[in-house]
């Protein structure tokens, strides 16, 4: 068995808010870089591990993860609309297994997804329906959220299944590092804001969309002006935890507490359990080694921006 891992962050911000251009060079070379590696390794199947910002989960009814089974992607800031070439059999065969593993996940057979799976797919495999890809949804912004022990186990699960497979795996994650974007909360959210998160958010009007857009845009530039109007970036954390990924020590992460990790961190730093499932899942395919390793922290992107590839040992 063949398989290949790439991790990478990502922003809605890319297109609105860009860091100097040299700085842009710079990342685009990294992308265009894991996109080529991608190519040649030529998956037969992506997994793609990933969270969503309130555009296709809320609060009527909020699963800790979800194995899509057929999903198409809303086109939210920008990125790329339309359906993913989801292959059903086969996705609910991984589901199957993985609860039968002890995992409880949550299966949809129309998953509304956002930038979190667009951006990837994008940037990395050349588009939403040009590989059969099973996307995995990771609850990483409403709270309460599942763990990190949880998001290693869902992982595990899900490279025990993909060992059973005779195919060529891309496994991607999809989200982190340190960041804390102004994403709405339920415990401080106005009515309106509230409703839309326990459901009505699903189909947003247009000009309600397009507030929703600028409103984090402006937080992005007020962000670069100065740091302190949201939850700082955090580089030492961010570069131990690829650190501890690439060293394969993701039960090391188990004791952290969520709580903790926000306060470390950001509240949007969970995404970063969508990195710690797809090493988990590597992992249980054979031993793997990482390269292209690259990390700068990007205010223009409120983001923490890493990019992580890794091999079985076989392919390398
Ligand atoms: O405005 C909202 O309701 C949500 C804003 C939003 O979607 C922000 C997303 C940011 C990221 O995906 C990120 O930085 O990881
Ligand atoms: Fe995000």
Redesign the pocket.
């Known amino acids: 068995m063949k398989t290949m891992l790439h991790c990478m ?5 890319v297109g609105f808010v860009d860091p100097l251009p040299e700085i842009l060079d710079e990342v685009n070379g990294v992308i265009s870089n894991a996109r080529k590696a991608v190519k040649a390794f030529d998956p037969d199947l992506v997994v793609l591990f990933a ?1 969503d ?3 296709g989960f809320f609060y009527d009814l909020m699963p800790s993860f979800c194995i899509g089974t057929d999903a198409y992607a809303i086109g ?2 920008g990125t790329l609309a339309g359906d993913l070439n989801v292959p059903q059999a086969l996705a609910e065969s991984l589901a199957a297994s993985v609860l039968d593993s002890g995992v409880d996940v949550a299966v949809s057979y129309r998953m509304q997804l ?3 799976f667009a951006q990837p797919l994008d940037e990395l495999v050349g588009g939403l329906d040009c590989k059969p890809v099973i996307p995995i949804f990771i609850n990483s912004v409403a709270v309460p959220l599942p763990s990190f022990q949880r998001a290693r186990l869902l992982g595990e699960a899900v490279g025990r299944y993909l060992k059973t497979l005779d195919k060529k795996v891309l496994i991607l994650g999809s ?2 590092l340190s ?1 804390q ?4 909360e339920l415990a401080t959210a106005n009515a309106h804001m509230v409703d839309r998160m326990k459901g009505s958010g699903r189909h947003l009007p247009d000009d309600e969309r397009e507030a ?2 600028q ?2 845009i402006t937080a992005a530039r007020r962000f670069v002006e100065d740091q302190s109007t949201l939850h700082p970036l955090h580089p030492e954390w961010d570069q131990s935890f690829m650190t501890l990924l690439s060293e394969g020590r993701m039960a090391d992460l188990d004791a952290m507490k969520n709580d903790e990790l926000s306060a470390l961190a950001g509240k ?1 730093t969970h ?1 970063v359990k969508a990195w710690v499932s797809a090493f988990a899942a590597l992992s249980v395919m054979g031993n793997f080694n990482t390269t292209n390793r690259y990390y700068r922290p990007i205010p223009e ?3 923490g921006f890493g990019s992580l590839t890794a091999y079985t040992e076989k392919t390398l």
């Open positions: 962050s990502h922003s809605p911000l969270p910002h309130y555009n939210d800031f956002d930038h979190g989200g982190g960041h974007p102004p994403v709405p929703r857009t409103r984090v949007s995404e992107w409120i983001a």
